[in-house]
Structure formats: C-alpha cells, structure tokens
C-alpha cells in the first residue's frame, strides 16, 4: 500500500528520510500539505544529525547540529535565493551550516547533483567547510546507508551506484582548491562539468580567486539542464569593496545605499545576509545558549581592543 504524508502518495518502501528528502527536493508547500523547502530540511537534518536521529536508526546522533536563530535565516534564503552572500562575523555559524547545505542537497538527488565547494587548499580546508562535511557525513553514515564514498585525501564523496548509473564524477560533493596561485588549474577543473543539480558553495571567498565566479556565471551555469537548480553561495567577511567577496555582494544600488545598521540587501546578481556580532542572539538574550558568537567573547573582545 502506497504511503499517505504531505498530500502526497509515496511507495511503501519509502521511509521516512526518503520522504523528507523527496518533499525538500520538490518544496512540497505548506498549502499543499507539506512543510516548505525549508521545513522540509530541517526534518532530513534532525533525522540525521538531531532529535530525530535515535528514532530513525536506534543509536545516538554522532554529531548533532544545533538550529539557532542565524542558522534559521541561512536556511530560509539558502532556499530562496540562486546567487546568495553570507557575510559577517566569525562564530556565526556559517560553515557548518552550509556543510549540511551541501551533503543534503546532494542525498536528496545523488544521481543528478553536483555540489562544488571550495577553498584556499586541500590542506586549509580540513580546517573550514571540507573538515565540517566531513564529520557531518561520516557520522551520518555511521548508522544510515548513503549511495556515497567519502575519498578524504582527494576531497570528494563519489556517487556509487549500480554499473548502469551514471559516473560519479558528474555527480557528488567535491573540493576546489582555489587559491589565486592555483587559478588556472581551479578553472580547468571546474569548465565543462555538467549536472541537472549544480550548487557551488565558495567558502571564504576573499581569499579566493575572482576567475571562480566568473567561471560560474560564464559556463558552469550555462552547462545545467533547462530549468534545473543551479546555486551558488559566497561565504566570508570582505576586506575590500573590490575583493572577490566584495564584488559578489555588492548591492545593486552601490555600496553608499546601505549602512552598518543594515542585516541584508539585493546584490547585483542577487542577495545578500550579513550577521552583525553585536545582534547574535545570545547578546540580545544576555546568555549563551547557542554555539555561535556570544556574550563571553564579546567580553574578550572588548578586554582586548575596548569598547
């Protein structure tokens, strides 16, 4: 008997993490039945990486991801937005979140989707974005079963499937070094790559080579399928208007049209966040409960360089 949830019929050897993933592939609306993207991708994360977890596969969560206010807002622009910068303070929450960004739009389309991340180096990255979905992924499955192979020395989780699917190196999750000294080999990985699915998350994008996003937006976006996702996400804190990251969240109206006071805009491509220190949620609570930016090292801070 076919599986009634959402509004929607399921076939019966669907269970619930292929559900939530099918629901958070298609958006299934609230309208309709379902939880929205966003909703959606909170259920396949408390399945694998929270209070759901232990249900789903009887053993404890190796590796938990705490949802905070921050993280809710990544999400929701995560899910609305095709050209999104994240910017702002460290400790905010950032890599982590967009490490379980990645591993999850990848398993709820392993056959179609290409997640390109990058950053500085293989070895630097161990210590960002690659060293997160790493410990994400490997926890997870340590207890559920994935169509993936982690290739840690290389960076990669390669789609293994039957012989008669399609190559895993046009799918799956893999790292770019893009240092500006490593620019032309960065690009030649990335021209010509195709998928029906295509998310590139450019973490700590000042530090990177320009030629990275103008390789998106000039071939790797035109190589996407007709109406398929195509994402890209640039993540950091600008130290120039004119760095990489500088570049990518310029507003559309010029950088004298916002101030310090504001928390997001229309970029000239698309949108940008920025998460100020000074409003983390545990400062305007007046305690640290969540593991982001908080009250003790807005003390250290302040010890350090005053006021």
Not at 168 to 188: F, N, R, T, Y
Request: aromatic share 10%; charged share 25%.
């Amino acid at each position: 008997m076919p599986i009634e949830r959402h509004g929607l019929s399921f076939p019966d050897d669907y269970d619930d993490l292929s559900i939530e993933l099918n629901c958070f592939l298609y958006g299934t609306k609230v309208e309709n039945g379902g939880l929205g993207k966003a909703g959606h991708f909170k259920e396949v994360a408390r399945i694998l990486w929270g209070d759901r977890h232990k249900e789903y596969t009887g053993k404890r969560v190796l590796k938990e991801f705490v949802w905070h206010p921050w993280a809710e807002v990544m999400l929701e622009n995560s899910c609305k937005h095709e050209n999104l910068g994240v910017i702002g303070a460290a400790s905010v929450g950032k890599t982590d979140f967009y490490a379980i960004w990645a591993i999850i739009n990848w398993l709820c389309h392993p056959k179609k989707t290409k997640v390109l991340v990058t950053s500085t180096s293989l070895k630097e990255s161990r210590k960002r974005i690659w060293g997160s979905i790493r410990e994400y992924y490997m926890a997870a499955t340590a207890h559920i079963q994935f169509e993936g192979k982690i290739v840690d020395s290389l960076g990669q989780i390669k789609f293994v499937g039957s012989t008669d699917d399609i190559s895993s190196d046009k799918c799956g999750i893999e790292l770019i070094p893009g240092e500006k000294k490593k620019e032309k080999e960065a690009i030649g990985k990335l021209i010509g790559i195709k998928a029906k699915r295509l998310f590139m998350i450019c973490d700590e994008l000042p530090e990177l080579s320009e030629a990275l996003v103008n390789a998106f937006y000039s071939n790797l976006s035109l190589n996407t399928e007709s109406g398929a996702e195509c994402q890209i996400i640039g993540i950091g804190n600008f130290n120039s208007m004119f760095d990489p990251l500088g570049m990518f969240v310029k507003p559309k109206k010029g950088y004298n049209s916002i101030s310090q006071a504001d928390d997001e805009w229309e970029t000239e491509n698309g949108y940008c966040i920025r998460f100020d220190a000074l409003k983390s949620p545990n400062i305007i609570l007046g305690e640290d409960i969540w593991p982001i930016f908080g009250n003790k090292q807005l003390e250290k801070f302040i010890a350090r360089y005053g006021e």
